[in-house]
């Protein structure tokens, strides 16, 4: 059974930065695309940002409001996929969850960790 467990979330002022971690099992992790997604109060769920596999190329991107501001990493080892947030803003504040996709047609989601900004 594929599991994916959130941590890092918290509460920060505007222009803190925070680290969102994703540990995933029951899979193998290296061969998965990874992304962030984040749902804002009365708004639909958005896509953050994505890691692709190596085998799929090996590619990162981001929405266009968070360039330059967040990164999107993964250590294959740790089977783990962070986000990490500088110049965090009131308009970040989201529940933010991790995914995981594979070629097998294995889909998982986080349980969600809440970011919230203040101004």
């Known amino acids: 059974q594929v599991q994916l467990v959130e941590s890092g979330g918290g509460l920060v002022q505007a222009g803190g930065s925070l680290r969102l971690s994703c540990a995933a099992s029951?899979?193998?992790?290296?061969?998965?695309?990874m992304g962030w997604y984040r749902q804002a109060s009365g708004k639909q769920r958005e896509l953050v940002a994505q890691s692709a596999a190596e085998t799929a190329g090996g590619r990162t991107n981001y929405v266009d409001s968070v360039k330059g501001r967040f990164t999107i990493s993964r250590d294959n080892l740790k089977n783990t996929v962070y986000l990490q947030m500088n110049s965090l803003k009131p308009e970040d504040t989201a529940v933010y969850y991790c995914n995981l996709r594979n070629y097998n047609g294995v889909e998982a989601w986080g349980q969600g960790t809440q970011v919230t900004v203040s101004s």
């Open positions: 029951g899979i193998i992790f290296s061969i998965s695309d």
